[in-house]
């Protein structure tokens, strides 16, 4: 099977983006992500969520403008962290033939790192964007980790993560090559 990257862009709806922890340089990056895989002919797929405050049709709800997807662009709407859950994205991503997923958005440490997770359950590789997610501000004393650390600690465990049979790598925005299959790309289970 040969290569097919589809970028995912998950929930950077206004309500998230308005929470988020350094917003700008997480949508610069996703933005030109989007840029790059549109001009490639690399499927871009929006996931977005609803429901608990995020009501269709609301502000709130709409992604946010510089990552908004253009006419034709591939929506999915979801209930749940789970981007495959209840959800087309499964079909969406076999009807285009793809084989990896490069996953950015909100929130690190929820939605984002379930759909990288459900992606290798579903037979994809991954390739999470180390600048291309983000997570909520938290306030002094939050049980939570820090947002900084909150990033680095699932951008590390991607790095180190192993599924028999998928590649998974953990790179920049700038270094993404949509074209590029991962080098250790459907090796043989052992």
Not at 109 to 134: F, K, P
Not at 137 to 153: F, I, K, L, Q, T
Not at 158 to 176: C, E, K, Q, S, W
Not at 185 to 190: C, K, M
Request: include cysteine.
């Amino acid at each position: 099977m040969s290569h097919r990257a589809a970028l995912l862009v998950i929930d950077v709806q206004n309500a998230m983006v308005g929470i988020a922890h350094r917003p700008a340089p997480v949508l610069a990056a996703i933005a030109g992500l989007r840029e790059r895989a549109i001009a490639a002919g690399v499927p871009v797929v929006t996931v977005q969520h609803g429901g608990g405050g995020l009501e269709p049709g609301t502000e709130a709800w709409r992604i946010a403008p510089a990552v908004a997807p253009g006419d034709g662009e591939t929506v999915v709407h979801k209930a749940s962290a789970d981007s495959f859950l209840g959800t087309e994205l499964d079909a969406v991503l076999k009807e285009s033939g793809v084989t990896e997923v490069v996953v950015t958005g909100f929130a690190t440490e929820i939605c984002v790192d379930t759909a990288a997770r459900q992606a290798l359950s579903h037979g994809y590789d991954v390739l999470l964007v180390e600048d291309g997610h983000m997570t909520s501000v938290r306030p002094e004393g939050s049980p939570y980790a820090a947002p900084d650390a909150s990033v680095a600690h699932h951008n590390e465990i991607f790095r180190t993560i192993r599924y028999p049979g998928r590649a998974i790598r953990v790179l920049p925005a700038d270094g993404v090559d949509f074209a590029a299959p991962p080098a250790s790309a459907r090796q043989p289970a052992s």
